[in-house]
């Protein structure tokens, strides 16, 4: 026959292996770690861990949390009805932990049926520790604004610390911040919280709300390795708050993410983005480094994003890249983009953004407006630089059979029409060989939103038309080199 003892007759009777371990009675340490089972009846423990007991732990919880600086939740699943309430008003000595055996549907459960509609699981104003602990509320579509974790305004800095925890079924968010706050958060998941189908403003995974406590930001923040999936949004972030992200996942979200206008940067780093219903959206400053997935078709135009990748830097202030850093090296702008020289330009300056540079061929064609020549060309090429195009060219032996002898020489192809004002017209200087002049020198005529130049006979008392006619078929050549306004 086994004789059992109670533990309090063993009075001093423990100590610890180790050189140098003092002794200490068995009731000291087994209070180092205190269980909420030892505020639970008996009769309701294997209720508990059979996850069937319908017993209100609410009371339990909280006086443990109030009495010790760690406690433990065994395996089980704990109903929980009232609001649990951590502060430092509240009775707490230091930082208290709960800390559960796996946040994961098979082990330590904590489960809100709220007796307050719309009230949160925790609400907090004080440091504490959470790990382990699967969190769930009464439903993302079917409950009524309920929070799991309600972060309020403390007044000064607090840190907390989640790790390894899940969250599910939560109407608002899982876990809310409002005021000022340090936390790390770390190998969470965060399902169906918010309605996805629906989705509402401040609402989703995890929320940071400045519109409660103007001015109040959150610093030191770090969500690592966290997985968002069926939520309205992974997470929605409301003005200045310091956020960085490593490694996210985000899945079958109406919204991966909506980061609100002003405060400082939000840094994503890899983060997965994958089935979600809307893309991201950004009016404040995001940086994302790496990851699968992004896509900012639906960003918003009132930021700056940046998105770094295997392609390359992008930097966003709409849907497309306003400018990317791609593999060749070269710092690439979208169309109507370019490097603003404002801060230097002149009182009476009308623009100082430059947009475009480019070199490239063309292909001028001896024309009549009906009928080409034949020519050989060596030399056909441009630059542009901005709105200012200049042209090159060397048109030779020129055939012009076929063409109608009296009609006015054009050379088309330019490789930019000219600009649409009647203030673009201008006259420019060629070189000929073997076309004749009747009245004088011949001179080239641009004019507006056009890719012709039309040949001119040019006196003193004025311009006619240089027709086919004048040039020497076969031998005749005119080379180009002048500038023009697109």
Request: proline letters at 3%.
């Given at each position: 026959m086994t004789k059992t003892r109670d533990l309090a007759d063993l009075g001093g009777g423990f100590i610890q292996a180790g050189s140098g371990a003092?002794?200490?009675?068995?009731?000291?340490?087994?209070?180092?770690?205190v269980?909420?089972?030892?505020f639970i009846p008996v009769a309701e423990h294997a209720g508990i861990k059979a996850k069937t007991s319908t017993y209100d732990c609410t009371t339990a919880i909280q006086n443990a949390l109030t009495s010790a600086g760690?406690?433990?939740?065994?395996?089980?699943?704990?109903?929980?009805?009232?609001?649990?309430?951590?502060?430092?008003?509240?009775?707490?000595?230091?930082?208290?932990?709960?800390?559960?055996?796996?946040?994961?549907?098979?082990?330590?459960?904590?489960?809100?049926?709220?007796?307050?509609?719309?009230?949160p699981l925790f609400s907090h104003f004080?440091?504490?520790?959470?790990?382990?602990?699967?969190?769930?509320?009464?439903?993302?579509?079917?409950?009524?604004?309920?929070?799991?974790?309600?972060?309020?305004?403390?007044?000064?800095?607090?840190h907390t610390i989640i790790e390894e925890c899940m969250f599910r079924y939560w109407n608002s968010a899982a876990l809310y911040f409002s005021g000022q706050w340090q936390f790390t958060i770390d190998n969470c998941r965060f399902l169906d919280c918010g309605d996805s189908a629906s989705p509402a403003v401040l609402t989703g995974g995890i929320v940071f709300d400045q519109t409660v406590v103007t001015g109040w930001s959150t610093s030191g923040m770090v969500i690592s390795n966290c997985y968002f999936s069926g939520c309205s949004y992974g997470y929605y972030a409301e003005s200045s708050w310091n956020l960085t992200f490593v490694n996210p996942i985000f899945e079958y979200c109406a919204y991966p993410?909506?980061?609100?206008?002003?405060?400082?940067?939000?840094?994503?780093?890899?983060?997965?983005?994958?089935?979600?219903?809307?893309?991201?959206?950004?009016?404040?400053?995001?940086?994302?480094?790496?990851?699968?997935?992004?896509?900012?078709?639906?960003?918003?135009t009132t930021s700056a994003s940046v998105h770094v990748s295997s392609d390359g830097v992008s930097i966003y202030r709409s849907s497309t890249p306003r400018a990317v850093l791609g593999s060749s090296g070269n710092l690439e702008f979208a169309d109507g983009y370019g490097i603003d020289f404002s801060a230097v330009a002149g009182a009476s300056a009308s623009g100082s953004v430059l947009t475009d540079y480019e070199t490239g061929t063309w292909t001028p064609v001896v024309t009549d407006g009906t009928n080409n020549a034949s020519i050989t060309t060596t030399v056909a090429s441009y630059t542009k630089i901005g709105n200012t195009?200049?042209?090159?060219?060397?048109?030779?032996?020129?055939?012009?059979?076929?063409?109608?002898?009296g009609s006015q020489i054009r050379i088309s192809g330019l490789p930019y029409a000219t600009g649409s004002t009647a203030n673009?017209?201008?006259?420019?200087?060629?070189?000929?060989?073997?076309?004749?002049?009747?009245?004088?020198?011949?001179?080239?005529?641009?004019?507006?939103?056009?890719?012709?130049?039309?040949?001119n006979n040019q006196t003193t008392s004025g311009l006619s038309s240089a027709v086919v006619s004048q040039i020497s078929s076969g031998v005749g050549d005119i080379w180009l080199d002048f500038s023009y306004v697109a």
């Amino acid at each position: 026959m086994t004789k059992t003892r109670d533990l309090a007759d063993l009075g001093g009777g423990f100590i610890q292996a180790g050189s140098g371990a003092e002794q200490r009675t068995v009731e000291s340490k087994l209070q180092d770690v205190v269980s909420v089972l030892d505020f639970i009846p008996v009769a309701e423990h294997a209720g508990i861990k059979a996850k069937t007991s319908t017993y209100d732990c609410t009371t339990a919880i909280q006086n443990a949390l109030t009495s010790a600086g760690r406690v433990y939740l065994p395996a089980g699943k704990y109903r929980v009805t009232q609001t649990i309430t951590v502060s430092v008003a509240a009775g707490f000595a230091e930082r208290p932990e709960l800390i559960g055996a796996g946040g994961n549907t098979s082990n330590t459960q904590i489960d809100f049926v709220p007796a307050v509609a719309g009230s949160p699981l925790f609400s907090h104003f004080h440091s504490a520790t959470y790990r382990g602990i699967y969190f769930t509320g009464p439903g993302a579509t079917t409950g009524t604004g309920e929070r799991c974790f309600d972060f309020g305004n403390v007044g000064t800095q607090r840190h907390t610390i989640i790790e390894e925890c899940m969250f599910r079924y939560w109407n608002s968010a899982a876990l809310y911040f409002s005021g000022q706050w340090q936390f790390t958060i770390d190998n969470c998941r965060f399902l169906d919280c918010g309605d996805s189908a629906s989705p509402a403003v401040l609402t989703g995974g995890i929320v940071f709300d400045q519109t409660v406590v103007t001015g109040w930001s959150t610093s030191g923040m770090v969500i690592s390795n966290c997985y968002f999936s069926g939520c309205s949004y992974g997470y929605y972030a409301e003005s200045s708050w310091n956020l960085t992200f490593v490694n996210p996942i985000f899945e079958y979200c109406a919204y991966p993410f909506l980061r609100n206008a002003g405060g400082s940067t939000h840094v994503i780093i890899s983060p997965w983005l994958e089935s979600n219903t809307n893309a991201p959206v950004t009016t404040g400053p995001v940086v994302v480094l790496g990851g699968r997935g992004v896509d900012w078709s639906g960003n918003s135009t009132t930021s700056a994003s940046v998105h770094v990748s295997s392609d390359g830097v992008s930097i966003y202030r709409s849907s497309t890249p306003r400018a990317v850093l791609g593999s060749s090296g070269n710092l690439e702008f979208a169309d109507g983009y370019g490097i603003d020289f404002s801060a230097v330009a002149g009182a009476s300056a009308s623009g100082s953004v430059l947009t475009d540079y480019e070199t490239g061929t063309w292909t001028p064609v001896v024309t009549d407006g009906t009928n080409n020549a034949s020519i050989t060309t060596t030399v056909a090429s441009y630059t542009k630089i901005g709105n200012t195009v200049r042209i090159r060219a060397a048109i030779l032996n020129i055939n012009t059979t076929g063409m109608t002898a009296g009609s006015q020489i054009r050379i088309s192809g330019l490789p930019y029409a000219t600009g649409s004002t009647a203030n673009t017209w201008q006259h420019v200087p060629i070189t000929v060989a073997d076309i004749t002049s009747t009245e004088g020198t011949i001179v080239g005529q641009l004019r507006n939103s056009s890719t012709q130049l039309l040949l001119n006979n040019q006196t003193t008392s004025g311009l006619s038309s240089a027709v086919v006619s004048q040039i020497s078929s076969g031998v005749g050549d005119i080379w180009l080199d002048f500038s023009y306004v697109a």
